[in-house]
């Protein structure tokens, strides 16, 4: 059945006709291939069934993210060249980047990270006008609300695909573990209504980077799901926008799994007996700091060679 962004949909953002659902892994396998519409997965990109509170999802590529990503880059003149390959997550690595997190100073004023973040805001704030296009529905987590995907993030890209519905966290809620800091650039107003609710920055950001980092691909919300999230839509922004989108990207996931507190948040996030989902749950979360890691905390961008 062809996706039609028009088609009704009832009070939690569901099509009131359609597929229905997964009742079958092979049902969700055929599903797959349809949304991906002759995509290629990414070489190594895991794709067992996975059964979710509510049905059968299976990890791939998403076809109308896939055309957002490549007209909003030929729209932006930048060359666009996305990973084609699944890479797992480093320990060694991530370990050696959550160091250069907590070292990092928080820092808005400093020029170069001024630029960079600026940079951000407005190539994430043209790239929402592409996801816009594609006709996504966003909703809110309401103070007391259940978190919808609280069984796994993955009921975010299997709503994503059948429904073309997010449901989000917003900034306003809560921002970290330090809301202490000030000067964030991240938290300046977008001047978007998203979801009924004036959007600041990093509401914006957040909807993009799940959209273009994690479930255009399938990638999923593991450590390795996040480097190949970072990865994906890394090659979507300029070079003057990459250190910042690195930092509150690849920094804060790498500081969460491999940081002082990694072991703690990868037992309550993705242990056998993990409580804990994206939204809370005893996991802490990386200090909101604004600045720049060094150059080579970019490195593993592109595949390799």
Do not use: C
Request: proline share 9%; glycine share 10%; aromatic share 8%.
């Amino acid at each position: 059945m062809a996706f039609d962004p028009n088609e009704a949909r009832d009070a939690g953002g569901k099509w009131t006709a359609g597929s229905g659902g997964e009742a079958s892994a092979q049902q969700a396998k055929m599903h797959a291939q349809m949304i991906a519409n002759g995509r290629v997965p990414l070489k190594g990109l895991p794709q067992v069934p996975m059964k979710l509170k509510d049905g059968w999802y299976v990890p791939g590529p998403m076809d109308r993210l896939h055309n957002a990503a490549e007209n909003y880059m030929r729209q932006a003149g930048l060359p666009y060249d996305p990973p084609k390959t699944y890479q797992m997550a480093d320990p060694v690595q991530g370990a050696k980047i959550a160091q250069a997190f907590e070292a990092m100073p928080h820092n808005p004023n400093d020029p170069a990270t001024k630029a960079s973040y600026d940079a951000l805001a407005k190539e994430t704030m043209a790239q929402w006008q592409a996801i816009k296009g594609t006709g996504l529905k966003v909703d809110w987590i309401k103070p007391g609300q259940p978190d919808p995907y609280a069984d796994t993030p993955r009921s975010a890209e299997r709503d994503v695909s059948e429904n073309n519905h997010w449901w989000g966290f917003p900034t306003d809620e809560g921002f970290g573990s330090d809301p202490t800091l000030k000067n964030n650039p991240m938290l300046r107003d977008s001047g978007e209504i998203i979801g009924g609710k004036a959007a600041k920055i990093n509401d914006v950001f957040r909807i993009v980077h799940d959209m273009f980092g994690h479930i255009k691909e399938g990638n999923g919300f593991s450590p390795s799901g996040e480097e190949n999230a970072w990865r994906s839509h890394y090659a979507m922004y300029s070079p003057a926008a990459r250190p910042a989108m690195t930092t509150e990207t690849r920094g804060q996931s790498e500081w969460v799994n491999f940081g002082p507190h990694g072991a703690e948040n990868r037992r309550l996030l993705y242990g056998p007996n993990a409580t804990s989902s994206n939204t809370g749950g005893g996991v802490t979360y990386a200090p909101q700091k604004i600045g720049l890691l060094p150059t080579w905390a970019q490195d593993g961008a592109r595949d390799p060679k």
